[in-house]
């Protein structure tokens, strides 16, 4: 499976954006997601993951009621909506994908980052 983040850009502390990690291949349905992201100087972090039907979702406690992650798989993507957005979710968010479960960790499949910058 390949695929391809865009959305990011810049927003003010407070507002919202939406990213879309778009899908190739007719296996994505059977394709858990997670977003993650790294900030400058700082390891890539888990963010928000979602199972292959959609009916589990994660979260790392740090975006938990702020972030939402979703997806249509009738057209492979999946979705991360993140509001109340703060400077220190400045970064460069990727999405990944694995067979299974969803889990925090063991991505193989990645796709390249979209910046998302929060000026305060």
């Known amino acids: 499976v390949q695929l391809q983040a865009s959305g990011g850009g810049l927003v003010q502390a407070g507002g919202s954006r939406r990213l879309s990690c778009a899908a190739s291949?007719?296996?994505?349905?059977?394709?858990?997601v997670g977003w993650f992201r790294q900030a400058p100087g700082k390891e890539r972090e888990f963010v928000a993951g979602?199972?292959?039907?959609?009916?589990?979702?994660r979260y790392a406690d740090s975006v938990k009621g702020r972030f939402t992650i979703s997806r249509d798989n009738a057209k492979n993507t999946v979705y991360l909506q993140m509001n109340s957005l703060k400077p220190e979710d400045t970064a460069i968010y990727y999405c990944?994908?694995?067979?299974?479960?969803?889990?925090?960790?063991?991505?193989?499949?990645w796709g390249q980052g979209t910046q998302v910058t929060v000026s305060s």
């Open positions: 291949g007719r296996t994505f349905v059977n394709y858990a």
């Open positions: 990944a994908a694995r067979s299974g479960v969803v889990t925090t960790q063991g991505y193989p499949h």
């Open positions: 979602i199972s292959s039907s959609g009916g589990t979702t």
